[in-house]
C-alpha cells in the first residue's frame, strides 16, 4: 500500500516562497504520474498539479508561473515550489497518485497579509 508523507508547509509572508516535499513509499514510485492538491477552509480539495513519471508537469492554469512541480525518482520524492505566495494559497497540502489512493495527513501552509 502506498504511504504518502508530506512535508515543507510553514507561516511565509505575502511575496515568500515554500518547497513542498512528498516522500513516497510502499510502492514503486518511477512509474506513477503523482499530484499535488491543496484544500483551503472552507472549501473543497482542488487540484493544484501533476507530473508524469518522465518529468513532465502539468500545473492548473492559475498556478503557473508561481508554482513548479518536480520528482526526484531514485529518492521517492515529489516536490512543490511555491514562488511569490499570496494569501489565498493557504491551505493544506496534500500530494497523491493518479489514480488517487489514500491520502497523507497533509502539510499546512500559511501564507500572512
Known amino acids: 500500500q502506498v504511504q504518502l508523507v508530506e512535508s515543507g508547509g510553514d507561516l511565509v509572508q505575502a511575496g515568500g516562497s515554500l518547497r513542498l516535499a512528498c516522500i513516497v513509499s510502499?510502492?514503486?514510485?518511477?512509474?506513477?504520474?503523482m499530484a499535488w492538491y491543496r484544500q483551503a477552509p472552507g472549501e473543497q480539495r482542488r487540484f493544484v498539479g501533476n507530473i508524469t513519471p518522465g518529468g513532465r508537469p502539468n500545473l492548473a492554469d492559475d498556478l503557473k508561473g508561481r508554482f513548479a512541480i518536480s520528482r526526484d525518482n531514485a529518492k521517492a520524492t515529489l516536490y512543490l515550489q511555491m514562488n511569490n505566495l499570496k494569501p489565498s494559497d493557504t491551505a493544506v497540502y496534500f500530494c497523491n497518485t493518479v489514480p488517487i489512493g489514500q491520502w497523507g495527513q497533509g502539510t499546512q501552509v500559511t501564507v500572512s497579509s
Open positions: 510502499g510502492s514503486t514510485f518511477s512509474d506513477k504520474v
